[in-house]
């Protein structure tokens, strides 16, 4: 369970020098979240929805703890992540489009790696990493390395990476980014079996046919702040005869 | 302590796997010396015998007076005598044909000798290239011809030499070989140590922050439950080891260098050779270790601060030369250990081991040194996992 209470985000522009002396400096702080508050249930998926630059990142980085909210809070698992950032990450996976592995190292070697970092046990480690790498079809290059492999392999590899501590909560952040259809399928796969699982997954995109295929509750993010939030299934009540795509663009139209 | 480990060891087998890190961690520091040393001892001295001995050829340009001075050109070995036509052109000669030089006697020369005046020579060369060694033996002929002259006029009168040279004196240099050496060179050697061990600590450390910023892996290492400053703390001892490792194989390949080309090199060898005894390498080391650690933060924090693999070699790159010019000032004969030299970082160590590359090590000041190196590594150490764990600096874009 993912409680995100009230969080902004206000980031210090960079100045120019010459602005600073003439003072024709614009505003010097930018809101990249402002007040945001929405609730992600276990067994289900919360899909973020919002144009590019709309803060989705900066919100699932706070979620994950990379960031500090400048207010607000987020409860994970009922952890306060601002009050102990360390037991909150230990529940949490988080992947991305870029796969975010080492290239000189194998597929084994990485997983054991994050197993070490999220101080799992070492027998735990070894169950682990054995069953991940079977269950994700990794044993054919579990020794090569992670460099030469295809990006599905990779994506594949990533996924194992984010689930060698167990996570209770997956954050996928724009996880189909640069992929091609095949390999998004995997994931888009993948996170359904985490839902049926019983993990809380968050997952954020700005492409539309990824939300029918996977949501369960909807939050539309603009400009920094969540213009709709309720379930999937209001969302297609409420805009029926739309398409997903006129929707979408309504709600931005009419975010203040 | 386990994920300080483990992020050690993962880091480590990254960088293994690196050309880039292995190119600057091994294979420079083990070939620098072999080159250095070859360099020196088999172009250096085999250039200037080579010139010593090379053939030159002279032009005497018609009429040819007979006196001793060109019996002895005439005589000599490594020298080739032609006649020259009377007037010719002596810059054409030296500039065109296969003459070296040309030397041009006055009508009078062997008149002038006779009635006790100065004969006058003309000598055409070309100062570029070996000019100036060949100058040397020509003038050197001149000079036994003149030593000649001089000796049966002051005869003449009934002196000795003495009559004109009245004084004599002999210097005796009490200090060593070693120490003669050990000046000239000795500020060389921690300077060529230094230098190594900050570029084989840059690239790991470009890699390890920089790095794993443009790979996309930073994010997922701050969403392990592994505290930043173990991960920290993991990374930067394997920088600093990248350091030490490639301090300690270039004292490896200076020392196989020495025995290898020993003859070779003849004085510098037999000088070198003592100065590197065990101990001297141990507080040597001793000292280089807080100097890396101050390293290794410094480039980490700025690792980290870049924004790509490219930008943090641009960052980083100038930053040699920051290190050079202290090392530099260091390597002047007259820049000696004092309390207040001990004070300044880098310039420090390299006076220190020149000191103990010497053999005289001044204690007092050299514990100043080890306090200013020890603060400077701690002050690094807090800052840059201070500064690596900042948002702004984490996510700077």
Redesign the interface.
């Known amino acids: 369970m993912i409680q995100v209470e009230g969080i902004s985000k206000i980031f210090?522009k960079a100045v120019s020098k010459k602005q600073k002396i003439y003072r024709t400096a614009p505003k010097t702080t930018f809101h990249a979240l402002d007040r945001v508050s929405f609730t992600c249930q276990p067994g289900r998926v919360y899909t973020l929805l919002g144009p590019n630059g709309a803060g989705k990142t900066t919100a699932l980085?706070i979620i994950?703890?990379?960031?500090?909210p400048s207010e607000g809070t987020v409860l994970v698992n009922g952890i306060d992540i601002t009050k102990d950032p360390?037991?909150a990450?230990?529940k949490?996976?988080?992947l991305?489009g870029?796969?975010?592995?080492?290239?000189?190292?194998t597929p084994r070697?990485t997983l054991k790696?994050?197993g070490?970092?999220?101080?799992v046990e070492s027998t735990t480690i070894r169950s682990r990493m054995d069953a991940l790498i079977e269950r994700l079809n990794i044993e054919e290059f579990a020794d090569r390395?992670v460099g030469k492999l295809s990006m599905g392999q990779k994506q594949r590899v990533s996924i194992a990476?984010t689930l060698m501590?167990d996570p209770e909560v997956i954050i996928f952040d724009e996880p189909t980014n640069d992929l091609d259809v095949l390999t998004s399928r995997t994931i888009i796969e993948w996170i359904r079996e985490c839902r049926t699982a019983g993990k809380t997954v968050i997952f954020s995109t700005h492409i539309m046919g990824e939300v029918s295929l996977l949501s369960d509750d909807l939050g539309v993010i603009h400009n920094g702040k969540l213009c709709y939030n309720d379930s999937f299934i209001n969302f297609k009540s409420q805009f029926g005869q739309h398409s997903l795509e006129d929707a979408f663009i309504s709600i931005l139209e009419d975010a203040p | 302590m386990k994920i300080i480990w483990a992020v050690f060891k993962k880091e480590g087998l990254d960088t293994i796997r690196d050309r880039r890190s292995i190119i600057a961690m091994i294979v420079i520091p083990m070939v620098i010396f072999p080159v250095l040393f070859g360099g020196i001892g088999f172009f250096a001295i085999k250039e200037t015998k080579k010139a010593q001995e090379k053939m030159v050829n002279i032009g005497l340009v018609q009429p040819v007076p007979d006196n001793s001075l060109v019996t002895a050109l005439k005589g000599k070995e490594g020298f080739k005598v032609t006649e020259l036509e009377a007037g010719i052109d002596p810059f054409d000669a030296v500039e065109n044909t296969n003459i070296d030089a040309v030397i041009l006697f006055d009508v009078a020369f062997n008149e002038n000798i006779s009635i006790k005046s100065a004969g006058e020579l003309t000598i055409h060369y070309r100062s570029t290239g070996n000019g100036g060694i060949m100058r040397g033996r020509i003038n050197s002929l001149v000079n036994d011809y003149r030593q000649e002259v001089r000796e049966s006029r002051v005869q003449e009168l009934g002196y000795t030499l003495d009559f004109i040279n009245p004084v004599t004196v002999e210097f005796k240099d009490t200090a060593t070989e070693q120490e003669q050496v050990g000046e000239a060179i000795g500020g060389l050697i921690p300077y060529i140590f230094i230098m190594l061990c900050f570029t084989g600590a840059m690239y790991p450390a470009i890699d390890l922050g920089a790095g794993e910023k443009e790979r996309g892996t930073l994010e997922t290492l701050l969403t392990s439950s592994a505290p930043l400053v173990k991960i920290i703390m993991g990374k930067l001892l394997l920088i600093v080891c990248s350091g030490l490792f490639a301090a300690s194989l270039s004292v490896t390949s200076m020392a196989i260098a020495m025995v290898s080309m020993g003859s070779m090199l003849g004085k510098i060898s037999s000088s070198i050779g003592p100065m590197l005894n065990p101990l001297n390498i141990v507080l040597f080391f001793s000292l280089l270790l807080p100097l890396t650690i101050f390293f290794a933060s410094f480039l980490m924090t700025l690792s980290f601060f870049a924004k790509s693999f490219k930008e943090a070699q641009s960052i980083v790159s100038p930053m040699v030369a920051v290190i050079v010019f202290p090392l530099l000032f260091g390597m002047m004969p007259w820049m000696k250990l004092t309390y207040v030299t001990a004070m300044v970082p880098i310039l420090n160590i390299s006076l220190a081991s020149k000191a103990i590359f010497s053999g005289n090590v001044p204690w007092g000041p050299v514990l100043v040194v080890y306090i200013s190196l020890i603060s400077i590594a701690s002050i690094g150490f807090v800052a840059c996992t201070k500064l690596a764990g900042r948002e702004s600096i984490l996510f700077r874009s």
């Open positions: 210090k980085r994950a703890s990379m960031l500090k360390r037991k990450r230990s949490l996976g988080f991305t870029s796969t975010g592995l080492y290239d000189r190292l070697e790696y994050f070490e970092l999220h101080q390395r990476r501590h």
